[in-house]
């Protein structure tokens, strides 16, 4: 394998548990109701993924928790924002506080573990050999022997883009987005669409979480995502919470963490400043893009009506 596609291929697998949370944040972004919680979902879902795989012996079964786990989760911060009227950042702030205390709980006194959940004979989810297509240049050293979840993964991002640019929903989650007033005049309930986008964010960060547990690591500890999530959030964002801009900013974070990991190998610069990489990029990204949204409001050019959730309209 060469140096470059050695680069290629662990982009590509950096990529599967920020893209995934990355979609389905996307749909609650565009319908202004952003889920700050997707690290807390990403790590409930793991510890489902990983306790349902080791008790089942399938990973698809844990897959499947690990989805069910990240939707009920964020299920909770829909019925905080919603039920409770409370803010729907700071409830989510809370939810991610909320699911360290959680899953640790959960690990020290019901799975019985002391820090780090490992149950042994884990089946992980398979990955795919390219076969004789593994010896084309480039793309071998790509492709092969990649988790399905990448692949699955790629499938939910064409499906989540047509969805949002293609479907009646996607138009109810971007007429909500933009104004309750208008879309209550049509016959659109904003809190159900926002419920629904809500669950959709946490179930999509499942398969995130799921993906280190029972795909990348085969155990479970309470800072397995390391601020993910997170940087999930921040490619939506970064992206303008569109198809295509998801994707190219999950890519560049993802690309981030890959030549961390790959100039770690070589020993030449400190680990500790190597994990920061992704992290600076993410904060690098987020300014540039903060600087281009001033510049538009300046000389009142902008390109669309999209001002990130997170920010209250004046």
Not at 42 to 48: D, E, G
Not at 81 to 92: C, E, P, T, Y
Request: charged content about 10%; aromatic content about 6%; glycine content about 10%.
């Amino acid at each position: 394998m060469t140096v470059f596609g050695d680069f290629l291929a662990l982009t590509l697998t950096s990529l599967i548990p920020i893209l995934a949370p990355a979609i389905g944040g996307m749909f609650a972004e565009r319908a202004r109701a952003s889920n700050i919680a997707l690290d807390g979902c990403m790590l409930v879902a793991a510890l489902a993924a990983i306790a349902i795989g080791a008790a089942t012996g399938s990973p698809w079964l844990g897959l499947l928790a690990g989805v069910v786990a990240g939707a009920v989760y964020s299920s909770i911060l829909a019925f905080a924002a919603f039920v409770l009227r409370s803010d729907l950042l700071i409830a989510g702030i809370a939810a991610n506080l909320l699911a360290t205390g959680v899953t640790l709980l959960v690990v020290q006194n019901v799975l019985g573990s002391t820090g780090t959940y490992a149950p042994t004979g884990v089946q992980l989810i398979p990955r795919i050999p390219l076969g004789p297509l593994a010896e084309i240049p480039i793309l071998g050293d790509m492709l092969d022997r990649q988790s399905a979840l990448l692949y699955i993964t790629v499938l939910l991002f064409a499906v989540g883009a047509v969805v949002m640019n293609r479907t009646r929903f996607g138009v109810h989650v971007k007429a909500v987005g933009e104004s309750d007033e208008a879309a209550l005049a049509v016959g659109i309930k904003p809190v159900a669409i926002r419920t629904a986008t809500l669950l959709i964010s946490g179930a999509l960060a499942g398969v995130g979480g799921a993906y280190l547990s029972i795909s990348s690591v085969a155990s479970f500890n309470s800072n397995l995502t390391g601020g993910l999530g997170f940087i999930a959030f921040a490619a939506v964002i970064f992206g303008r919470a569109t198809p295509l801009g998801t994707v190219l900013a999950s890519l560049l974070f993802a690309a981030a963490t890959a030549l961390g990991i790959q100039i770690q190998g070589t020993g030449a610069v400190s680990p500790q400043l190597l994990h920061m990489l992704p992290y600076v990029a993410t904060v690098v990204a987020l300014a540039v893009q903060a600087i281009g949204r001033r510049r538009r409001e300046r000389f009142d050019v902008s390109e669309t009506n999209y001002v990130p959730a997170i920010i209250p309209r004046g």
